[in-house]
T-cell receptor, first 113, second 114 residues
Framework: DAEITQSPRHKITETGRQVTLACHQTWNHNNMFWYRQDLGHGLRLIHYSYGVQDTNKGEVSDGYSVSRSNTEDLPLTLESAASSQTSVYFC????????????FGPGTRLTVL | GNSVTQMEGPVTLSEEAFLTINCTYTATGYPSLFWYVQYPGEGLQLLLKATKADDKGSNKGFEATYRKETTSFHLEKGSVQVSDSAVYFCALRGSGGSNYKLTFGKGTLLTVNP
């Protein structure tokens, strides 16, 4: 069955380190998204991509970067991790059609010490 | 810009009680509206959607009607079950053919006690 996976599921790192969170989908969806979920803020969009080589900033993109070299993957990189980036991160994907349902991965819980 | 406001809760109900979670939105044009549900330890999954005014989305006993005159999309269920305990998110997709981003509300935690 088609799916969307994230790895690792849990990560502890130190302030200043570079961290990359992986997202892989097998639906062949054009659109992919990264969100962070924090208590009191709901889900906030970090970056998104509408196809290979396309990337766009969301509302909370500072300190994060993405690259899209193929349809299946959109890795999220924290260039220099900060304690404020401790959060749960969700990747999602969708088609470009009118239905536009976003399918979410299981999430990565990141702790920055 | 687009925004979604939903009651933040938490909401605690007894089994078989009636549920309403309010959601209002601000957007230009004709957005599509969604309710997503997040069960403990999982990602979000689509619960229901409506793409135009007066549409009613429904799934698993949950319903929501797209009310353009009140810019609302309230979630209702007539008789909740313990298994409905989860966080519920209201979301919108702005109008425009190439805009696939979703804007989410802050989520409402629902706990249903037996």
């Amino acid at each position: 069955d088609a799916e969307i996976t994230q790895s690792p599921r849990h990560k502890i790192t130190e302030t200043g380190r570079q961290v990359t969170l992986a997202c892989h989908q097998t639906w062949n969806h054009n659109n992919m998204f990264w969100y962070r979920q924090d208590l009191g803020h709901g889900l906030r969009l970090i970056h998104y991509s509408y196809g290979v080589q396309d990337t766009n900033k969301g509302e909370v993109s500072d300190g994060y970067s993405v690259s899209r070299s193929n349809t299946e993957d959109l890795p999220l990189t924290l260039e220099s991790a900060a304690s404020s980036q401790t959060s749960v991160y969700f990747c999602a994907s969708s088609t470009s059609g009118a239905l536009n349902e976003q399918f979410f991965g299981p999430g990565t819980r990141l702790t920055v010490l | 810009g687009n925004s979604v406001t939903q009651m933040e809760g938490p909401v605690t109900l007894s089994e078989e009680a009636f549920l309403t979670i309010n959601c209002t939105y601000t957007a230009t044009g004709y957005p599509s509206l969604f309710w997503y549900v997040q069960y403990p330890g999982e990602g979000l999954q689509l619960l229901l959607k409506a793409t135009k005014a007066d549409d009613k989305g429904s799934n698993k006993g949950f319903e929501a009607t797209y009310r353009k005159e009140t810019t609302s999309f309230h979630l209702e269920k007539g008789s909740v079950q313990v298994s409905d305990s989860a966080v519920y998110f209201c979301a919108l997709r702005g109008s425009g053919g190439s805009n696939y981003k979703l804007t989410f509300g802050k989520g409402t935690l629902l706990t249903v006690n037996p």
